[in-house]
């Protein structure tokens, strides 16, 4: 059978077959259908082997794949850490030939210093007056003594956002400021440019922008909280206004700092006896002399802040330049304020302000949300060491509410609400938990800020109470469905109940409108379908045909706390009671159920007088067959419906009502009496409900 089967395979897998010819061979050798039959079994237990096989081999080829795929990962690990390593390697030769250029410069200029003596200020200052007067609308510019030319060029402005070029400019580096013109298209006289802008140049920093191929020999002007961007127009050009820049803004700061120690040292030998004042009423701590001499302000550190905050801030150095204004403050803690003092806090002032307009701008919601809590750690924890725990918390709250807005809208709606539930409680609450905890680390030391937090949960807890309200209540689910949606909520809000947050109130209080809807919706449902099945009730015992479906139904009834149910049960699958009775305790027995999944103390009154409004409606229904009933036979039978009704079905509600709630239930008990039976005898009726 196997060299059969070989052979066979052989036959098909070779390169000349042909199916007709082979069929048609088939036919004039065989003597009737048996040996067709045998042939086609033969063919598909080949065709079975083949898929087997195919199976395999898939398999086999799936398992290469993944060990392939492992391959090319590890050698795009490698492949990474190889030019991780080249690029080391090329910012290295890059100083080492930066600082070989740099050294030949220097000698190169000392040279031509000694062959070339340097203009004078002079010169300088009439140099600029004649290209003062080709720019327009900056005639004071001249008004400042002192000030003359260091360097001009023409530039090209592109905008920091976009890339996109905006206009030409000249640019005038002065010897104190930086002065930049744009273009006139329409050129009158000796007038080529216009007056744009001034900047000191304390009040800028320089930063290389690196070349982007087109973008290249670019530099940027960094103004907090603006910036501006310029294109040289070759990388010779580019190299010069950096480092002319940097070399007028260091000597403006040396200027200067000479300049306070001329004014320190006095002018005549002045005599200890001088010093002293006559007036008995003078005080040693109010002389202006000794105020001035006392603080040192020409240590190189502090000659330097403003500037090294600058550049603090322009590499996102927040730590940093912190830690400047704390070695600031601490050096100037004990010491006496005099006029440099203020000079200088005025220009500190300034750049705690820019710092501190960064640092909101990393908190805003404008930015990226991701990362969770812990990514706004190090724009708070700066903010609070300024001095600012209050913006500090009002901004990370306003970033924690905009991300779980974002993360509940970006929530894709299921099919399953149930589903959707539990990924939106997931969410919400693991994000509000995550921010309890972030927030208790940040603002440990800063008690007052933790009543905002509160407030801002329950702000949060509305937002998703909108979204869950919206997938549950306003699409008309089932109550169970609603039910089991509540439960897991109120599971999900006892977990924050470890960082001592309890907001089972708050999700309790602003559920209670669409909860108490749902139960009086559901109630008249309910009481909708019972008088239904009230106007078609013709008063006869149920058959359920089987004993399977007997059984069913016992389980059931069992489920439902009806444990003597057995009793209303006989022979074969006939059960004593109507169809009509036994729908109506099955329906509500479950409304029951869910009402106390849904239960708190807010919706006691609503629940209760749901349950009385759905019974009444079956204990008049019985009652008014009872009295319109003249068949004696029939009249038994009712009658032992009620009784199943008022000894079995309320006795049930009562107690799981009370077991759910806590405490027992006047409102049904007195309807359970009011209901009594008079006698249960084919001539009693029921009592007046």
């Not at 089972?504 to 309910?526: G, P, W």
Request: hydrophobic share 35%; net charge negative; charged share 30%.
């Amino acid at each position: 059978m196997t060299d059969q089967a070989n052979r066979l395979r052989k036959q098909l897998e070779s390169a000349n077959f042909d199916p007709q010819n082979y069929v048609k061979h088939l036919s004039q050798q065989s003597d009737g259908d048996r040996d067709l039959q045998e042939h086609r079994q033969k063919i598909q237990t080949l065709a079975d082997e083949t898929a087997q096989n195919l199976k395999k081999n898939v398999y086999k080829n799936y398992r290469q794949f993944i060990e392939t795929a492992k391959e090319i990962s590890y050698l795009e690990s490698e492949m990474y850490q190889l030019s991780h390593i080249l690029t080391e390697q090329k910012s290295i030769m890059e100083s080492i030939t930066q600082s070989l250029l740099s050294t030949d410069k220097d000698e190169t200029a000392k040279e031509m210093l000694a062959a070339f003596p340097k203009e004078t200020e002079e010169v300088k200052q009439r140099t600029l007056t004649t290209l003062l007067e080709k720019v327009e609308g900056c005639k004071n510019i001249m008004d400042t003594p002192g000030r003359y030319l260091v360097y001009n060029g023409d530039l090209v402005e592109y905008d920091v956002d976009n890339m996109a070029q905006l206009q030409k400019v000249h640019a005038f580096l002065m010897n104190d400021c930086l002065l930049i013109a744009t273009w006139l298209a329409n050129r009158h006289g000796t007038v080529k440019y216009k007056y744009n802008a001034l900047y000191d140049l304390e009040s800028f920093a320089i930063v290389n922008v690196k070349d982007h191929p087109p973008m290249k020999d670019m530099f940027k002007i960094l103004m907090f909280p603006e910036s501006r961007i310029f294109q040289a127009e070759n990388s010779k050009i580019k190299k010069e206004w950096l480092e002319i820049l940097d070399e007028t803004k260091k000597n403006k700061v040396t200027k200067e700092k000479h300049k306070t120690e001329e004014v320190e040292l006095p002018n005549s030998p002045v005599r200890p006896e001088a010093l002293v004042s006559t007036n008995p009423f003078d005080d040693e701590e109010t002389n202006p002399f000794d105020s001035e001499e006392a603080v040192d302000l020409g240590l190189e550190w502090i000659q330097e802040l403003p500037e090294d905050l600058d550049v603090c801030i322009a590499q996102r150095d927040f730590e940093g330049a912190v830690d400047l204004l704390d070695k600031l403050n601490e050096y100037l803690k004990d010491q006496p304020v005099n006029t440099r003092v203020k000079e200088l806090r005025v220009k500190v002032d300034e750049r705690v302000r820019q710092l501190t307009e960064v640092l909101v701008f990393e908190l805003s919601p404008d930015r990226s949300l991701r990362g969770g809590p812990k990514a706004t750690r190090r724009a708070v924890s700066q903010l609070i060491r300024l001095g600012q725990s209050t913006k500090a918390c009002e901004l990370f709250l306003k970033n924690r509410a905009a991300a779980v807005q974002t993360a509940i809208r970006q929530l894709r709606i299921e099919g399953a609400t149930l589903l959707y539930i539990h990924k939106l409680c997931n969410i919400f609450f693991t994000s509000l938990l995550e921010t309890a905890k972030e927030f208790e680390m940040d603002f440990a030391g800063n008690t007052g800020c933790y009543s905002a937090f509160v407030v801002w949960s329950r702000s949060s807890m509305k937002t998703f109470v909108d979204a869950f309200s919206g997938q549950v209540f306003d699409s008309k689910e089932s109550l169970s469905t609603a039910a089991e949606c509540v439960k897991v909520a109120k599971e999900h809000c006892k977990q924050l109940s470890e960082i001592g947050l309890d907001l089972t109130f708050t999700l309790q209080s602003l559920l209670v409108k669409d909860i108490k809807a749902a139960l009086q919706s559901y109630k008249e449902i309910i009481i909708e379908a019972t008088k239904h099945r009230n106007s078609e009730e013709m008063w006869r015992k149920m058959n359920l045909m089987t004993p399977e479906a007997l059984t069913k139904l016992k389980e059931e009834m069992r489920s439902c706390g009806m444990s003597s149910f057995n009793q209303y049960t006989g022979d074969d699958c006939w059960v004593n009671l109507s169809y009509t009775i036994v729908a109506f305790t099955k329906q509500m027995m479950a409304f029951l159920e869910e009402g106390l999944k849904l239960y708190f103390p807010e919706l006691h009154m609503v629940l209760l007088e749901s349950l009385r409004e759905i019974i009444l409606v079956a204990v008049q229904h019985v009652d008014y067959s009872l009295r319109c009933e003249q068949e004696a036979e029939k009249k038994a039978f009712i009658l032992q419906n009620a009784s199943f009704l008022h000894d079995t079905v309320l006795p049930v509600v009562e107690k799981r009502f009370e077991e759910g709630v806590g405490k027992p239930a006047k409102q049904l008990q007195d309807l359970r009496k009011s209901a009594r039976p008079i006698r249960v005898n084919p001539d009693s009726t029921m009592s007046q409900v």
